[in-house]
């Protein structure tokens, strides 16, 4: 744990707006309609989780049935043993068995747009999935991939990515998605952790109008890492690229080609479904190890609920993120594919080409569910309520954030601009690996407040503790905890077991340690206070501090660096750097400049510095642990500094202080 665990702002919030009297008449019923009704179905949750959780997997299609519920051996938990099933049959299959074939299941807009200033629009129905996954899965199987084989996945958001994802789970083969933002270096790194030799990419994407060259970052990975012997490349930009016969493929000729016929591959509820790689606070990314039934009843049950889904009331459901991260994977994809809602996928930026493009989307499909990241929403506040209001926004019932914590001031903004004050917003925390909303409220349930998430999802027992697992009196700073396994609860870190339970279960003995600080007010709302660990929360991006610091001082001119997170507008957290030089080296914008470049490079554009510093040395403790704490007061600006601070500087500031050892 980070050398200055901070949990100390308490802060005060005391409007309350309970969900909407009119909410279950607008919404085709709420599925859980009061608090009381959640209180209820949230102890028998806890209590009967064998009964609860079978009741919402009988609710899906199994081949075989599970013979036990749950089994936890802490740290390891099973769910639905012995059951077999397959995720792309009840996100596809299932719904062209019960004669919804032709409903739409992907709404997709393209960034780009034609003269007139129309984007390019495709719907996908549940027929054309099922084609088009069979299709692409017996393209895999002709390039060699077999079950539990690893077959990564760098895509921009074309309707061809969900495909993607799903053709590999229809084959029972493990798919590793990379965020079309991180860089080869990052690609060649997780490829090689995850013994992968099939990458899935595109020629381009599209973002604000330029193209970010995924294939030629495909190539550059290849060079790093001989592991890569294919790669299928789908044509969207028609930008230039570098062909290597006998190792590139043209997805759109093996796919024209393919048989559109490949039933799904029964897979037992324990078969590992994906890895997702993510920060944590030291080394490389890790491989989070997601399973087959657990994984997919928990998002099915949480789409349903925390959005209030329901699939005949012509619900449209956008969420923004892409599917390069957990959100994507579980509210783009595979929680929303079973509650027959379509799902908006949209490709590019929510500026492109002008700030009200989000809006715009939401006017044109009548979208009903709107579920973004705060970082998004205080950058639409600072552009200006003006773009929201030249659109119909009517049409929306339910608003989301995730991902970071959100400020009141951009919460009440979304709940009166966006929402005009009808729509109850639900603040989902939970992260990569627990896979789905862990604590959120139900919008037709809960009272909200803003700033908190609220309250433990069905099968949640969440605390705030100390060290020893002791639960905390009513607004005291404490660690977040969850003390009962769930069924989409990660399995695993691929190929690091010691790495799994040192992380996660050895904190708080006994109990699942997410990495974040929280409190629980009065009411037993939770309030969460960011991490409480080294690693940092960019813009809604999990980053490892030590990652971004080994980034940095893999350059020529560095010695030594240490990065700290500093208060960002729109960010909320930016990523504020010190660097010592190597030799007589003068520090100089170009410098700056060279590093951060270095930094995308190494990792991707979105760990660059926002603010680099130069000092002749790092601060230290006797002990020799770098003094964060006071660097974040220098970052933040508590402690002015100029351009080259001395470390005598430093150590008199921190003397002053009363932070040394
Ligand atoms: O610190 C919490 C923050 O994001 C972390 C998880 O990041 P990641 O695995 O990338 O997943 C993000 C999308 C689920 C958490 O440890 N976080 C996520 N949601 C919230 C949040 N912090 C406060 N409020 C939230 N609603």
Redesign the pocket.
Known sequence: MSDSVEITSVLKEDRVFPPPADFGARSGGAHVGSLEEYRAMHKRSLDDPAGFWGEVASELDWFEPWTEVCEWKLPDAKWFLGGKTNICHNCVDRQVDQGHGDQVAILWESETTDSQGAPEIRRLTYADLKRETAKLANVLEGLGVKKGDVVTIYMGMVPELAIAILACARIGAVHSVIFGGFSSQAIADRVEDADSSVVLTCDGSWRRGTIIPLKANVDQACKLSDKIKSVLVLTRCQNAIEWQDGRDHRWGELVADASDVRPCEPMDSEDMLFLLY??GSTGKPKGIVHTTGGYMVYTYLTSKLTFNLRPDEDQVYWCT?DIG???GH?YIVYGLLPNRVPTLMYEGAPNHPAPNRFWDIVERHKVTHFYTA?TAIRAFMKWGDEHVEKHDLSSLQVLG??????NPEAWIWYRDVIGAGRCPIV????????GGHM??PLPGATPTVPGS?TLPFFGIDAAVVDQDGNELPANTGGLLAIRKPWPSMLRGIFGDRERFVETYFTKIKGMYF???GARRDERGYFW?M??VDD?I?VA???LGTMEVESAIASHDSVVEAAVVGMPHEIKGTAIAAFVTLAGDLEPSDELRQALRDHVAQAIGAIAKPDMIRFCDALPKTRSGKIMRRLLRDIAAGTDSGQDVTTLEDLTVLARLRGDEE
């Open positions: 993510t920060s993120a991260w957990i959100t579980s705060p954030t995730v991902g970071e914590p959100i603040d989902t925390w939970w992260q990569t690996e627990t604590l959120t998430c997410p990495g974040d969460i960011g991490r690693v929360n809604g991006h999990r």
